[in-house]
């Protein structure tokens, strides 16, 4: 990769984004509205004795799972706008190359993710009274890695898309499954053996267990890293798989 083609194409990312104003307010509005209405759903609900309150528990791995779901959808449909269009097409005939685009887009809308678990956090924190014994930067932090990797997987499934439909129809099959089997519904040490293989094996359980360790934990602990190591390394594989099966345009 070059640095100076990636550090420009993600200033054009950031730019076509920034005109994008439905965009900007789907990613920095529709998370405050799904918490406003995950406060209203738990507010009321009794507290288990020793137990952290269920508000606290279900808004914080949501703080996790809005960017990634917002993110994919988003990314996976502009990468296919990008190949539809053409501008992929013209682009790739020019220095840039695929990891330099893909890895631009990581970037881009990364930092697009990080302000959106920003805004998010903030409002739970200081509207809603989440409470958490790890701070608030941690979470933005495993918040903004989640919105890597939803990027990742959203530009990875893309390439199998000729439709914005068919990116569309990529959501439940790639995002509804780590929601299910991420430990929100059901901990995971409780799943059914092979349940819990393949939840072992999704990289969004990992994003959870690592916001659950700052939940319970005023420090940072060695669980808490590897499983960002974890969703971070996922997130460069997902790129770099991307990469391989990117085409040009959608036939």
Known sequence: MNIRILAATTGRILRQLGHDRRTVALLVVLPTVLLTLVYFMYVDQPTPPGQPAVFDRVALIMLGFFPFIIMFLVTSIAMLRERTTGTLERLLTTPLGKLDLLFGYGIAFGLAGAVQASIASVIAYWVFDLDTAGSIGLVVLISAVSAVLAVALGLFCSAFARTEFQAVQFLPVVVVPQLLLCGLFVPRGEMAGWLQAVSDA??????????????????????????????????????????????????
């Open 202 to 251: 999704l990289p969004l359980s990992y994003a959870v267990e690592a916001l659950q360790e700052v939940g319970r934990h005023v420090d940072p602990t060695a669980t808490m890293w590897r499983d960002l190591a974890i969703v971070a390394g996922a997130a460069v594989a997902a790129l770099v798989l991307a990469a391989a099966t990117l085409r040009r345009r959608s036939e």
